[in-house]
């Protein structure tokens, strides 16, 4: 498995990733939505807007989720593109980041409408920690 | 139990504290056994409170922790509500409206109707709506429904009587929806979306049942028009919010056999702020497809300069796949109000029925069955057997068999548009990917699901529809 894919289910689509520690897993999980919503990850781009995003759930399941919900309504509501996180703090049951913008330079590929729990489970494997997380399309 | 209805006892299980039962043909059932759905009816029959058994109809498949096709009842005072029994799309529906245009007449409209059709309606990625509605007037259409679109934007107060729960449920706190939903929601009203919505101008090709099928103004060869969505972002983001809310509080819950099958109890503060919601989307939803009606009907009216009237335009019928909502049913010798959860499944009333519009009291409450791109749909009626086996439930499509990916995979060397052509069937989008993803071959048989309806006595058929205009997001 690649640090982060994208990958089918009969009905939905959804992406896999994974990370050394929390900050690479929610880099990846990142770059996995981006890669599935634009067709790749954007180079680092200098000088855009920002926004401070901090959640604080029961597990990183819960964080994941909320995380991802907030990518996809800044991308679809917004028309702004997340490029990059500046991480305040990161572990297994709170994300505190200011998520770099950038306007969204083409219209997502897909028309995704909500991030789901299913079979969601993060796990280690190798020293990685793993998750893929399904949306419903 | 019989070749189309299959019963695993809550004996199987300890956790079980219901039968698991499923309307299905063994190939059906190999399927849904194979695809995890019918351990998704295990998993509901195991949540303290069911009423009856866990349900699935025959288009059975896998879901979001409640399997496609699934219905579950809970008592409406001491049950149970679960945002995973209604989906993410809360009320996706379908509607259909018959004409008296013969479809010989409609051929030479067919490419000027759906091209007008294409620029007229927003579809796909385009979320914004024609309607440019404020906060206010946003609030209006989601308390109201289909009555607000009569009322406000146009259209027939006829219509009402012929969408289930008069496209209107009641909703009188809007504090229990958040900010996000309402920016979600308001700029997406009067759209089709993406997805397996659709919009077809179909052509009545079969009648099996005569006097049904004239009741509901469906005349061999003539065109009938099906409008298939729901509600948007708006719906998603009030299901994806109550998830987050219901999950907080089942915490820790044993019970739980799948983390989409959070539930609050109906009378708790959340079990009721996510029935309110839950109506506000329905209510959404409703209007979305009355509104998608009106500007289908003006494209008809200003092709064939004629009014609605002379074209024989009228409302058949409008229902909910995705819905939970109180109804009486009998169980034992009683009647019982429950909050009935359907998820891809349809309602469908018995004859006699009182809460069947007066003009199919005799015959029971239509219907419809949307196939695939390029396949036929299916017009049935409720019967009395399916009110006594199903909580008056019945099929609500094919479902996929593949997904989108093995779906552009097959055909990448195909031209969709020109081999539905070839088919008879005009398709307009402006979307090819989209497109691929829907290929006929990509979602299950509907016709066996039809069969397996028929044969089990759940719904009776009354017509067939074959698409000749299509249009998707």
Known sequence: MRNYEVFSTTADTGI???????????????????????????????????????????????????????????????????????????????????????????????????????????VEKAGMKQAAVIFDI | MSPWRWR??????????????????EEILR?????????????????????????????????????????????????????????????CGVRLLASSIPASEFSAAAESIGYAILQRIPSGLTPRSNYKLNKK???????????????????????????????????ETPGVISAKAFERGAPQV????????????????????????????????????????????????????YIEIFRKKNLGSARLKDPQLVHAAIRSPQGRNYLQALNAASNFAWANRQLLQEDIVAIFERIFRQGRGKLGLALVYDQAHNIAKFEKHRIGKEMTNLLVHRKGATRALPPGHGEVVEKFRNIGQPVIIPGSMGSRSYVLRGTERGAALTFASSAHGAGRRLSRHQAIKLSAQTDVRARLQKM????????????????????????????????????EKVARLRPLVVIKG
């Open chain 2, 190 to 241: 009067g759209s089709l979306g993406s997805g397996n919505h659709f919009i077809e101008i179909q052509v009545i090709e079969e009648i099996y049942d005569a006097p049904a099928a004239r009741l509901f103004g469906l005349e061999k060869d003539h065109v009938a028009i099906m409008i298939h969505t729901g509600s948007r972002g708006f719906g998603h983001q009030i299901a994806s919010d």
């Open chain 2, 424 to 459: 008879g069937v005009l398709v307009f989008s402006f979307s090819n990917q989209g497109l691929r993803e829907e290929i006929p071959e990509a979602y299950k048989d509907v016709d066996a699901v039809v069969d397996v309806t028929v044969a089990s006595g759940i719904s």
């Open chain 1, 16 to 122: 896999r990733f994974k990370g050394r520690d929390f900050h690479g897993l929610y880099e990846n999980a990142l770059r996995g939505l981006n890669l599935l919503l634009f067709g790749s990850h954007p180079r680092r781009t200098h000088g855009d807007d920002s926004f401070h995003f901090s959640y604080s759930g029961d597990g990183p399941e819960n964080v994941l989720v909320n995380f991802l919900a907030e990518v996809l309504f800044l991308a679809y509501q917004k028309k702004k593109q997340v490029h990059a996180l500046d991480f305040i703090h990161a572990d297994d049951c709170r994300l505190e980041a200011w998520l770099r913008l950038a306007p969204c330079l083409s219209v997502p590929k897909v028309d995704i409408k909500s991030v789901t729990y299913h079979n969601l489970r993060l």
């Open chain 2, 137 to 171: 007037e946003f609030l209006r259409v989601i308390s109201g429904g289909a009555r607000e679109i009569v009322r406000g934007f146009g259209g027939q107060a006829v219509d009402l009587a012929f969408i289930e729960s008069g496209g209107c449920l009641p909703f």
């Open chain 2, 31 to 91: 399927q849904a056994q194979d695809d995890g759905s019918i351990e998704q009816v295990v998993n509901v029959a195991c949540l303290p409170g069911l009423v009856g058994n866990s349900l699935a109809m025959p288009d059975i498949h896998y879901g979001y922790g409640f399997c496609i096709g699934g219905v579950a009842a809970f008592a409406a005072d001491d049950g149970l509500v679960l945002p995973g029994g209604v989906g993410y799309d809360i009320n």
């Open chain 2, 8 to 25: 695993l006892s809550r004996s199987a299980d300890k956790d079980m504290v219901a039968d698991a039962e499923v309307f299905a043909s």
